[in-house]
């Protein structure tokens, strides 16, 4: 079983800045990328960042220039840094871990974290 755990979320003022954490354990063999998507209420669930091993950084177009991510490789962790937060930044954040369960394995997995609350006031 492979488990995904977020943690840093809360409520900030717009302008403010908050730091979210992920880390995926378990049973993972290998873990080819990690990223941070959100959904706010009513929306379809969006790329914020992403950050494969060896690949080109993602981001979201609405997060670029104020959200940096960042990962530990070797503790299967994976960072995301939100600088000048604005009200429609509120979401939940959800973190994924994209590997595979085992050496023999041939496909990946996504294993999806349970979220964490954002909230950016006004």
């Known amino acids: 079983q492979v488990h995904v755990v977020e943690s840093g979320g809360g409520l900030v003022q717009a302008g403010g800045s908050l730091r979210l954490s992920c880390a995926a354990s378990g049973n993972i063999f290998s873990v080819n990328s990690m990223g941070w998507y959100r959904q706010a209420p009513g929306k379809q669930r969006e790329l914020v960042a992403s950050?494969?091993?060896?690949?080109?950084?993602k981001y979201g177009d609405s997060v670029k220039g104020r959200f940096t991510i960042s990962r530990d490789y070797a503790q299967n962790t994976v960072y995301l840094q939100m600088n000048s937060l604005k009200p429609e930044d509120t979401a939940v954040y959800y973190c994924?871990?994209?590997?595979?369960?085992?050496?023999?394995?041939?496909?990946?997995?996504?294993?999806w974290g349970q979220g964490t609350q954002v909230t950016v006031s006004s």
């Open positions: 950050l494969p091993s060896g690949g080109a950084t």
């Open positions: 994924n871990a994209v590997g595979r369960p085992n050496s023999w394995s041939t496909i990946d997995y996504i294993y």
